[in-house]
């Protein structure tokens, strides 16, 4: 039941919170997640800050609905996602595979290079999925690291800043990498970076159910899944119509100034995915 799941979440904000003194926060991206995530906190520690990181393409209505939270911590990052895309790479496909491409692009190492071309025996599922290979010659850069700067770079230096703690709304659900890092090391992660994801065991449907009685981003409203990036390409080839195609019926202006301004329509035309 949901309520177990809240008092659940509640006790391990308590727990943080004491472990560090009161000097915590909740990393806040406007979306479903973290507005759950921040009203649970709140309801316990009404002062506790909340850290959004205004990367520059989220959408809109995402930063309205920040402005309108109170005790919020704005931050940016050092560079802007046209300059990550041309730097390290643009992120298409999946975080996964982006990092495979952008390894095999980029390596010195011909045992990595061979992992991520040809495979080695044992270690298939390290090698880029043969659909995507193609991409290996293609003429843009291809990366994972834009939400490393884009998001993280920003929130580690707020933390060194301030030795405070974060506080996520990250579920094990959202993707295999975070099931993953979750199975590894449960709410609480400590080691460089201290981190409580307290409702690392929620589902998304648990957050649409809390989330329709409490003030929330007026995206939901419209239908839309998830409120990330405008311009993310992760998964943007699975979905029929994609987020693209779907941001042209919502924001056309959007679409039709930040689509070429970032060179996204000849990555999206190189992939072969309908973005017009």
């Not at 046209?82 to 730097?87: N, R, S």
Request: hydrophobic share 35%; charged share 25%.
């Amino acid at each position: 039941p949901i309520q177990i799941k809240i008092q659940m979440t509640e006790k391990r904000i308590r727990q943080w919170y004491e472990m560090w003194d009161g000097n915590v926060h909740v990393s806040f991206s406007g979306g479903a997640d973290s507005t759950v995530m921040l009203r649970i906190a709140r309801k316990l520690y009404p002062d506790i800050p909340a850290v959004f990181v205004d990367t520059g393409v989220e959408f809109p209505e995402i930063r309205e609905f920040v402005r309108t939270i109170d005790n919020v911590v704005w931050l940016r990052p050092k560079k802007t996602f046209k300059q990550v895309c041309e730097e390290y790479g643009y992120p298409v496909v999946s975080k996964e595979t982006a990092q495979k491409l952008h390894e095999a692009r980029t390596t010195q190492s011909e045992f990595l290079l061979a992992l991520r071309t040809t495979g080695v025996e044992g270690r298939k599922r390290q090698e880029i999925p043969q659909k995507w290979k193609f991409l290996l010659e293609a003429p843009f850069k291809c990366s994972h690291k834009c939400c490393d700067v884009l998001k993280k770079e920003p929130q580690k230096r707020y933390e060194k800043q301030t030795g405070s703690k974060a506080i996520t709304g990250v579920m094990a659900s959202e993707s295999s990498v975070r099931t993953q890092k979750l199975i590894k090391s449960g709410c609480f992660s400590f080691g460089d970076r201290p981190t409580l994801n307290p409702m690392a065991f929620w589902t998304s449907a648990d957050t649409r159910r809390c989330l329709k009685v409490m003030p929330h981003c007026a995206l939901y409203d419209r239908g839309f899944a998830r409120t990330g990036c405008m311009f993310c390409c992760f998964g943007v080839h699975m979905n029929n119509p994609n987020k693209f195609q779907i941001l042209k019926e919502t924001h056309p202006r959007l679409h039709q100034l930040g689509i070429p301004a970032f060179g996204l329509d000849k990555v999206l035309d190189y992939m072969g995915v309908p973005w017009r």
